[in-house]
């Protein structure tokens, strides 16, 4: 069975950083795109950020320039560092990813969510 497991949500005043990481685990065979998605209340849930096995990555127009993705796939984890944190990206933010396991099921696995509050 295939799990993400996300960790490193938590309080931080506008204008702060977070860094959030997801790690897989369970008999995986492979993991392909991993991506960082949120959902704040009242709003629909959106893409923050996506990246290829090969580290290609993707942003939403509003988290360029702020967030940075990367992942290790030596560790099947993926990261988020958040910069100059504004109040509107308060948000529970899931990891998401694209994984085969080892006995060759192919699919779309989601963390349980963590909470990223940007208030003073």
């Known amino acids: 069975q295939v799990q993400l497991v996300e960790s490193g949500g938590g309080l931080v005043q506008p204008g702060g950083s977070l860094s959030l990481s997801c790690a897989a685990s369970?008999?995986?065979?492979?993991?392909?795109?991993m991506a960082w998605y949120r959902k704040a209340p009242g709003k629909q849930r959106e893409l923050v950020a996506s990246?290829?096995?090969?580290?290609?990555?993707n942003y939403a127009d509003s988290m360029k320039g702020r967030f940075t993705i990367s992942r290790d796939n030596a560790k099947n984890t993926v990261y988020l560092r958040m910069n100059s944190l504004k109040p509107d990206d308060t948000a529970v933010y899931y990891c998401?990813?694209?994984?085969?396991?080892?006995?060759?099921?192919?699919?779309?696995?989601w963390g349980q969510g963590t909470q990223v509050t940007v208030s003073s």
């Open positions: 998401n990813a694209d994984i085969r396991s080892s006995y060759g099921f192919r699919g779309n696995y």
């Open positions: 369970g008999r995986i065979s492979s993991i392909y795109t």
């Open positions: 990246i290829t096995s090969n580290s290609n990555t």
